[in-house]
């Protein structure tokens, strides 16, 4: 059995008003509802919204790799 796979890459984005962290749990949570065999992501970009001078919101780009072949 070979370990060679083959994955697809996407580019989502997550967002939340309380931290970065919400903002990558709530993007790979909501991939996970149409996006089986998700094994890892990388952060690309975090940016943020401004509100009266405070943080209005997180957003942060993740590119999430799922497997399409385990051949």
Request: proline share 0%; glycine share 8%.
């Amino acid at each position: 059995m070979s370990d060679h796979r083959t994955y697809k890459l996407i580019e989502i984005v997550g967002t939340s008003r309380n931290s970065v962290d919400d903002a990558i749990n709530n993007a790979v949570t909501e991939a996970s509802r149409t996006i089986r065999n998700m094994d890892w992501f990388e952060v690309v970009e975090t940016r943020g919204h401004i509100e009266n001078g405070r943080v209005g919101h997180y957003q942060v780009t993740l590119k999430i790799g799922f497997r399409i072949s385990d051949s």
